[in-house]
C-alpha cells in the first residue's frame, strides 16, 4: 500500500470461512495475498471455499479445521506455513446467546484469543487484525462514537471483546515488536454482489439484515421488532450499516498498513450514518419489491437505542472511503438470498439449534 514499504505475503485468518471471513480470504486473494485459513465450522460450512475460490480464480492456500483454542493444531499450522500477520476473526458474535452462556463465550473468545496469542508468540508472528465490535460501546452518548468514548459492554459478547482488546493493548504496551490493529465493526451488512457469498447463519438468524432476507423469501413468516419505544425518530433502534466489501477492504488495507507503525491502533468502522430498523425493514423492500410483514415485539434484552460510527480516522489512516450504501446491502444480501434460499446447502442437515 501507499507508504509502506513492506506487505506480509500470507496471511492467517482464523474464522475464514465465516461471513466476514469468507469475503476477507476473497480480497486477500483478489490484491495477492496467500491465504491460510483455520475454522471449526461452529456456525459456518466448508463447502464456502468452492466460492471464494471461483469469484477469486485463485486457491486458497490451506484449510485447517480446528478450535481456536487448541493450541496444538495451532501450533502445527504455524510450523507448517511461514505467516506473517493474522486476520483473527474466530468467535462466537451472538448478542442473545452470549447471555444464555456467558462462559462459553468468554472461554472462545478470550481464551481463543489467548491461545492464538501464544502461538503466535511462540512462533515470532507479531502481527494481528483483530475484529472488534461497536457494541462495546454499550449505552453510548447520542451522536457519531469516536474510537476515546468509554467501553461500556451490555452483554457478555461485548465483554468478551473488551476484554480482548485490552489483552491486545497489554501485549503491545510490553512489546514492542507487536502491531495489532483493531476494527471496531459496527453492523456488516449485504453479501458478494454476485450472490455467491453472504451471511448464512445457522439456526434462526439473530442479526437483522438475514433475518429479512429470510421473510423476504417466504422462510420466515415475519419479523419480530425488537422495541418501537427508544427515543429515535421512529422509535425503533439505529445501527450504522456497512456493507460487508466495504469492511474487508478496510481489512485489506490494515494488511497494507501493518507495518507502518507498531503498538496497538483502534478504529471504527462504520458508514457513518445511522438508519433505524423500520428504515432498513423498508430499504429491503424496495430492494426485493416485496412487502415484509413485521410485529412489533419487546425490546432486546441488551440492546441500545443508537450506535454510529465516527469513522474519520480510518479514513485518514488510509484512505479508505467506504462506496456502498443501504440500498446497495439490501440488493446484494437479496441477491444472496434468491440464489441461495437454504444457505450453503446443507442446511436441511443442520440441527436448528446452535449447539
Ligand atoms: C440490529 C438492530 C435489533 C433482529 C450485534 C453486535 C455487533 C455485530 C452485529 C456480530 C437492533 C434489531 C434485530 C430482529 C430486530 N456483531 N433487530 N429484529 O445487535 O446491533 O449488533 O450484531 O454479529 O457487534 O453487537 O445487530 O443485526 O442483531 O440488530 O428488530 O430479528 O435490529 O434490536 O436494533 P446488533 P443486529
Not at 483454542?69 to 451472538?94: G, N, Q, T
Not at 447471555?99 to 502481527?127: C, I
Amino acid at each position: 500500500g501507499a507508504g509502506s514499504s513492506w506487505a506480509p505475503s500470507t496471511v492467517l485468518v482464523t474464522g475464514g470461512a465465516g461471513f466476514i471471513g469468507s469475503h476477507t480470504c476473497v480480497e486477500l486473494l483478489d490484491h495477492g495475498y496467500e491465504v491460510i485459513v483455520i475454522d471449526n465450522y461452529s456456525n459456518s460450512t466448508p463447502q464456502v471455499f468452492a466460492r471464494v475460490e471461483r469469484i477469486a480464480g485463485r486457491f486458497v492456500g490451506a484449510v485447517y479445521e480446528l478450535d481456536i483454542r487448541d493450541r496444538r493444531a495451532l501450533s502445527a499450522v504455524f510450523d507448517r506455513h511461514s505467516v506473517d500477520a493474522v486476520v483473527h476473526l474466530a468467535a462466537h458474535k451472538s448478542v442473545s446467546e452470549s447471555a444464555a452462556m456467558p462462559v462459553e463465550y468468554y472461554d472462545t473468545n478470550v481464551g481463543g484469543t489467548t491461545a492464538l496469542l501464544r502461538t503466535m508468540h511462540e512462533h515470532g508472528v507479531h502481527r494481528m487484525v483483530y475484529s472488534s465490535s461497536c457494541s462495546i460501546y454499550g449505552d453510548a452518548d447520542p451522536g457519531p462514537i469516536a474510537e476515546t468514548a468509554p467501553a461500556r459492554p451490555t452483554n457478555p459478547y461485548a465483554a468478551s471483546k473488551w476484554l480482548c482488546e485490552q489483552i491486545l493493548a497489554d501485549v503491545c504496551d510490553r512489546r514492542p515488536e507487536y502491531t495489532v490493529l483493531c476494527l471496531r465493526y459496527f453492523n456488516p451488512a449485504g453479501a458478494h454482489p454476485s450472490g455467491l457469498l453472504g451471511e448464512d447463519p445457522r439456526g434462526t438468524p439473530d442479526n437483522l439484515m438475514p433475518y429479512v432476507a429470510q421473510v423476504a423469501v417466504g422462510r420466515r413468516e415475519r419479523l419480530h421488532v425488537f422495541g418501537d419505544d427508544y427515543p429515535t425518530p421512529d422509535g425503533t433502534a439505529i445501527r450504522d450499516y456497512l456493507h460487508v466489501l466495504d469492511t474487508v477492504e478496510a481489512h485489506r488495507l490494515a494488511l497494507d498498513h501493518v507495518a507502518d507503525a507498531p503498538g496497538m491502533h483502534v478504529y471504527n468502522l462504520g458508514l457513518g450514518k445511522g438508519s433505524s430498523v423500520l428504515e432498513v425493514v423498508a430499504a429491503f423492500s424496495e430492494a426485493c419489491g416485496r412487502s415484509i410483514p413485521y410485529e412489533v415485539a419487546p425490546r432486546r434484552p441488551g440492546d441500545v437505542a443508537e450506535l454510529v460510527a465516527d469513522a474519520t480516522p480510518v479514513a485518514r489512516a488510509w484512505s479508505w472511503r467506504p462506496m456502498r450504501d443501504l440500498s446497495d446491502m439490501c440488493r446484494d444480501a437479496w441477491h444472496f438470498q434468491q440464489l441461495n434460499p437454504h444457505g450453503y446447502g446443507d442446511s436441511a442437515r443442520r440441527p436448528n439449534s446452535k449447539h
